[in-house]
């Protein structure tokens, strides 16, 4: 696309409200554009509405209509979770019509550079960590996308003087065409959301999309641990600085002495460990692994991704130290809840695929009583075989999944399997898996919601089904 001035008295539809539809369409509307917004949801659903109407701004809600994207139609900026088969979308694509996403749009207007971070796992925890870095070393950092807040706010919000930190999926990725990171951060690929990309390379070639339009000015970071991230590496125009917890690079972040291999001894205790910033032969020795203000070694990985990009837009590392130490997470993401008769809670309702899972569980050192199952994308869950068999005490499967999973356990020959069926709403029956769980703990034990799936089958978002069981867990 164009920037957004040029679509001054042309047509531009916006599909879908939520926050981000409601920037992208003010942005247009104050610059001249002809805006038609649509949702097919119901208008009492769609309360963002009534302030995209007062403005003047036209707003089509509980159906698609047949002639909502024509030939004259300059611009079609659709909601990243709306999916391509979408008859709006087919429309915009029979005709012609350019199909952009929020990201592109915010990025013709920023003046401020753009880090953007993405990944299958730990992107929202790896972008905060890197706002309260950039923080910390006086970098202006103003934190948006996938995270929360619409970038087109960020990017109107910004001058030259900030930088962007933006959480970015697969979805808003694939829309973009021109979209340029100053620095971009691929932390992982791992087989999710294929009921919407149709398979893993239309998933990868979005999340390539990050480094498309980056040159040698720009700054790629990658898991040189991940064998796809290191396989786009030779790819790349923009200078590689990449990180690695089991591998002393030449180049980049890493931690010395390395992790061992999964599955294999460590003769080194964490205590020996020291995380290691490497640049044009200088090295710098930061602080050790375990004074990380989180624990476990996926955590690990999303710092030493945070430091390699907060380097790469200026930070030293002497800035970085207090960010590093105090940083305690966020929301749903490998969250402590309460300890009661001896047992510990924890919430990590954000972990939607087996690789997520798989991490936390390695996190924890207690016995697990894993809560897991939701949406069913199609999988078979087979990732969480050896989980089943080295880690978790007992298992308690609900929703979609629930007899995949339960599957799963079987084969991996766990002993104590409870299936949660559905009750009369989604609330009932998650209160009933942490009934279930704090039956089969035990003192010393940890009862861990770590789904594995998506949530959309019972709850409307990953956040929701988090604070139902952390309600649940309190009232125990």
């Known amino acids: 696309m164009n920037h957004p001035a040029s679509y001054r008295n042309k047509r531009v539809v916006v599909l879908g409200l939520a926050r981000s539809g409601v920037s992208v369409a003010?942005?247009?509307?104050?610059?001249?554009?002809?805006?038609?917004?649509?949702?097919?949801k119901e208008r009492e659903q769609c309360p963002e509405a009534d302030e995209l109407v007062a403005l003047g701004i036209s707003v089509l809600c509980g159906y698609h209509p047949d002639d909502l994207v024509t030939a004259e139609t300059a611009l079609l900026v659709k909601n990243p979770g709306i999916p391509y088969t979408a008859e709006p979308v087919q429309q915009a694509l029979r005709h012609g019509v350019e199909i952009v996403t929020e990201v592109e749009v915010a990025y013709h207007l920023s003046p401020a550079p753009i880090i953007g971070i993405t990944g299958s796992n730990g992107k929202t925890t790896t972008t905060t960590?890197?706002?309260?870095?950039?923080?910390?070393?006086?970098?202006?950092?103003?934190?948006?996308?996938?995270?929360?807040?619409?970038?087109?706010?960020?990017?109107?919000?910004?001058?030259?003087?900030?930088?962007?930190?933006?959480?970015?999926?697969s979805f808003q990725l694939k829309g973009t065409t021109f979209f340029r990171p100053r620095v971009s951060v691929l932390l992982n690929l791992a087989e999710?959301?294929?009921?919407?990309?149709?398979?893993?390379?239309?998933?990868?070639?979005?999340?390539a999309k990050l480094?498309?339009?980056?040159?040698?000015?720009?700054?790629?970071?990658?898991?040189w641990d991940d064998a796809v991230c290191r396989q786009l590496a030779g790819s790349l125009a923009a200078k590689l600085f990449p990180f690695s917890l089991y591998e002393r690079l030449e180049q980049g972040v890493f931690i010395d002495p390395p992790f061992p291999a999964p599955g294999t001894e460590d003769s080194h205790p964490d205590a020996e460990r020291r995380i290691v910033v490497r640049d044009r032969g200088s090295e710098t020795v930061m602080l050790p692994v375990h004074k990380l203000g989180l624990p476990g070694r996926h955590n690990a990985a999303n710092a030493i991704a945070a430091i390699a990009?907060?380097?790469?837009?200026?930070?030293?590392?002497?800035?970085?130290?207090?960010?590093?130490?105090?940083?305690?997470g966020v929301e749903h993401r490998l969250e402590f809840v309460r300890e009661t008769g001896g047992v510990s809670y924890y919430n990590d309702s954000k972990a939607t695929n087996a690789t997520a899972t798989t991490m936390s569980v390695g996190s924890l050192k207690a016995p697990i009583v894993l809560v897991a199952g939701g949406l069913d994308r199609g999988s078979d869950y087979m990732e969480l075989l050896p989980v089943f068999q080295s880690r978790v005490k007992a298992l308690v499967a609900l929703g979609q999944t629930r007899e995949k999973l339960a599957k799963v356990a079987a084969l991996a020959g766990l002993q104590q399997v409870v299936i949660v069926e559905p009750k009369e709403d989604a609330e009932a029956t998650l209160k009933e898996a942490v009934l279930q769980a704090a039956r089969l703990a035990e003192p010393g034990d940890a009862v861990l919601l770590s789904p594995a799936c998506a949530s959309w089958d019972m709850?409307?978002?990953?956040?929701?089904?988090?604070?139902?069981?952390?309600?649940?867990?309190?009232t125990l």
């Not at 934190?143 to 003087?161: F, T, Y």
């Not at 409307?460 to 139902?468: P, V």
Request: include cysteine.
């Open 211 to 223: 480094f498309a339009n980056q040159t040698a000015e720009d700054t790629a970071v990658l898991n």
């Open 459 to 474: 709850f409307e978002s990953f956040e929701q089904r988090g604070s139902i069981f952390k309600q649940s867990a309190h």
């Open 26 to 40: 003010k942005v247009f509307h104050a610059l001249g554009a002809d805006v038609t917004v649509n949702d097919k």
């Open 129 to 169: 960590w890197t706002g309260k870095i950039l923080e910390e070393a006086g970098l202006n950092p103003i934190v948006a996308g996938n995270i929360g807040r619409p970038l087109c706010e960020a990017a109107q919000e910004a001058d030259a003087l900030n930088w962007i930190v933006a959480e970015l999926s």
């Open 192 to 207: 999710t959301h294929l009921d919407y990309h149709g398979g893993m390379d239309d998933y990868i070639a979005s999340k």
């Open 309 to 328: 990009a907060c380097y790469a837009a200026g930070a030293q590392p002497q800035q970085m130290l207090d960010a590093l130490r105090e940083f305690r």
